[in-house]
């Protein structure tokens, strides 16, 4: 009867509300415009969708137990159900998941008309199920649950692809996207926070002498910037940068510099943002009137050159520089980044007040086989189309100088096995990106993640002019593309204002707060040894019992209770304690997932693993200590 339909909508509406009450009520008000219809054959019901069974008619139950038998099921899997029906494989999955189970169904008219007919309530009230109808939610979704070690599998039913065909591959291009760019950001954490912490550590006493760039606010309004990257067509437009030289402020990044040098052309700004050491880039020039631009957590050898001044970019999505910002107390919200120095070169032009920014060598591909500028860092690889495996493939026309570009290593073997390991890399993350002229052109993976933020960047702060000068390159929207020489056509002498200020940090409060931060990090360390005295303890115990008892059972528990203490609670107090352990803690969650059967043998690995992540977490604190002495004791 109806009342019994309208009871199952309401328990349903009533399920998902609890945790997602925007997406309830979406459902609630819908009016369907297209209704799916039910249909019952070989005594299961199925829905007739636009012409097609949604389910298989002889058996959906099976196809659904099949889908889901081809998924991998562990406790850090997540299954992404595609499309919803009447919700056969999605209950499957529900009851049989022991990961994340997301179900994601766009079409609120079969949502609609399934609940109607189908109670869901009992498995939307499951911990490990979600479900949405659009992809912004799904990202957070995935990204709550995604780990270096675990990637949604999407599982869908023939006839939702043959529904989704127009917007299938749309989806899944989007999704591989989310993942790769999840995955970048969990491979920076694992293996970027805490050597980036060493660094802007390190950095700090000259970090006081650096000023944050935002002093400058607009200064150069109504001028001409030109941001110089490395790409092949740099080359093209040597003649025109020297023709105009001028007329606009110089924007260069380090790959780039050398390049410039060589046809005479200073510019007035170089950007380095590298944690690696980069400095061969720039070694053996005269730097005494080139402004540099660079991140607090880069690397210390760039602090040993003699520049004109140096300026701070305190990018806002690079956590570790939020630490910096509470310590000197600087609003940081204005320096945007995404990485890459071209785009930390780009804010850094915005910022400073430039009408008009102009792109030059930014190709984000490989043009005509040429892959950098040809006095450019990386100026010996080449990507060229190898018709025996036919695929296109990165080489070294002369591996001993790409080598030697590369790395510092004292020995030749060392340098050619970085280089190997950096073609390995490179050739494994080939890519292609849609040309200016429309066509698809071969890039690297990292060049291709490039294009989007540009593009965005240039739609949200809409109020100048953008111009790409590549014409043969990567297209990015939100630039006019042009050739150079039209760019600068109608610009006119400009003559650089000189950058003066008398701002100055107050070095007392930031040498007091990094006594706090340091005290803080310190009231850790009683805890972890407490850690460390409950796994003795345990491992005694399970050296004499067969079988996990309660005695042992009580010290585990103990032992994860601290554990989450310090990497939750105190995590989050203690800046510094988390760049420490970021690493470790995101290996360790893993495995207490994948945690199935408590067994004595069991228990005794996760405990090792456990000791471990404390003693190696001790040993940071006592060099992070070490660092902030020496850098407190250089500010006194």
């Known amino acids: 009867g109806s009342e019994l339909v309208n009871n199952i909508f309401k328990k349903n509406i009533e399920s998902i509300y609890k945790k997602n009450p925007d997406f309830a009520t979406r459902i609630a008000k819908h009016i369907p415009n297209d209704m799916p219809k039910l249909i019952a054959e070989n005594n299961f019901y199925n829905f007739e969708y636009k012409g097609i069974k949604i389910h298989n008619p002889q058996n959906p139950l099976a196809e659904a137990q099949e889908i889901f038998s081809y998924s991998e099921n562990t406790p850090v899997a997540i299954h992404l159900i595609y499309g919803l029906g009447l919700g056969y494989l999605f209950k499957v999955a529900a009851e049989k998941s022991t990961g994340t189970v997301i179900l994601y169904e766009p079409d609120l008219n079969i949502l609609f008309s399934a609940f109607n007919v189908v109670d869901f309530s009992s498995d939307f009230d499951k911990n490990n199920v979600y479900i949405t109808d659009n992809f912004e939610d799904l990202s957070q979704i995935i990204y709550t649950k995604s780990g270096t070690e675990n990637s949604p599998q999407m599982l869908i039913l023939p006839s939702q692809r043959e529904f989704e065909k127009d917007n299938l591959g749309e989806f899944i291009k989007n999704l591989q996207d989310l993942i790769g760019s999840y995955s970048l950001d969990l491979k920076y954490t694992k293996e970027q926070f805490y050597p980036a912490l060493k660094m802007l550590i390190t950095n700090i006493p000259h970090l006081t002498k650096e000023i944050p760039l935002i002093k400058f606010k607009d200064i150069f309004k109504e001028k001409t910037a030109l941001i110089v990257s490395a790409g092949p067509t740099l080359d093209r437009n040597i003649e025109t940068i020297t023709k105009y030289r001028e007329n606009f402020i110089l924007f260069t990044v380090g790959t780039a510099f050398k390049t410039l040098q060589k046809h005479g052309i200073e ?205 043969v390159g990567a297209q990015i929207d939100g630039f006019k593309n042009m050739s150079l020489e039209e760019a600068l056509a109608d610009s006119e002498k400009n003559g650089l204002i000189e950058l003066k200020t008398d701002f100055t940090y107050d070095k007392n409060s930031i040498k007091s707060k990094l006594l706090d931060s340091k005290k803080l990090l310190n009231q850790s360390l009683p805890e972890i040894e407490e850690i460390k005295h409950l796994i003795k303890n345990l491992n005694n115990n399970l050296k004499r019992q067969k079988n996990l008892e309660v005695d042992s059972l009580k010290i585990l528990k103990k032992i994860s209770e601290k554990y989450l203490y310090l990497t939750s609670t105190f995590s989050n107090q203690s800046k510094l304690f988390d760049f420490i352990t970021a690493d470790g803690k995101i290996n360790l969650d893993y495995q207490m997932k994948m945690l199935k059967d408590l067994t004595n043998d069991s228990v005794t690995t996760l405990i090792q693993n456990i000791n471990n992540f404390a003693d190696t977490t001790i040993n940071r604190i006592n060099e992070v200590n070490s660092l902030l002495d020496n850098s407190i004791k250089e500010l006194e």
């Not at 060598?361 to 500028?373: H, N, V």
């Not at 890039?443 to 953008?466: G, I, M």
Request: glycine share 4%; charged share 25%.
């Open 267 to 471: 510019p007035d700004f170089l950007s380095i943002i590298e944690t690696y050491d980069s400095s061969k880039q720039i070694t053996d020039y005269d730097l005494s009137k080139i402004n540099f631009i660079t991140e607090p957590y880069s690397n210390p050898k760039l602090r040993n050159f003699k520049f004109k001044q140096t300026f701070s970019h305190i990018s806002a999505n690079m956590p570790i520089n939020h630490f910096w910002s509470e310590i000197c107390g600087e609003n940081i919200e204005e320096y945007w980044s995404k990485g890459t120095v071209s785009y930390n070169a780009l804010n850094s032009a915005r910022i400073l007040g430039c009408s008009k920014i102009i792109l030059v060598g930014q190709d984000l591909a490989y043009i005509e086989g040429q892959c950098y500028s040809k006095n450019s860092a990386y100026k010996d690889l080449v990507c060229r189309f190898n018709n025996e495996s036919q695929k296109w493939e990165i080489t070294a026309n002369n591996m001993e100088k790409f080598a030697d570009s590369l790395s510092n290593a004292p020995t030749f073997e060392e340098r050619i096995e970085t280089a190997k390991r950096r073609l390995k890399k490179l050739n494994a993350s080939l890519y292609y990106v849609k040309g200016i002229n429309g066509d698809l052109i071969p890039t690297e993976s990292v060049y291709a993640a490039f294009v989007k933020p540009l593009s965005e960047f240039a739609l949200h702060f809409n109020d100048r002019t953008y111009i790409n000068t590549s014409l």
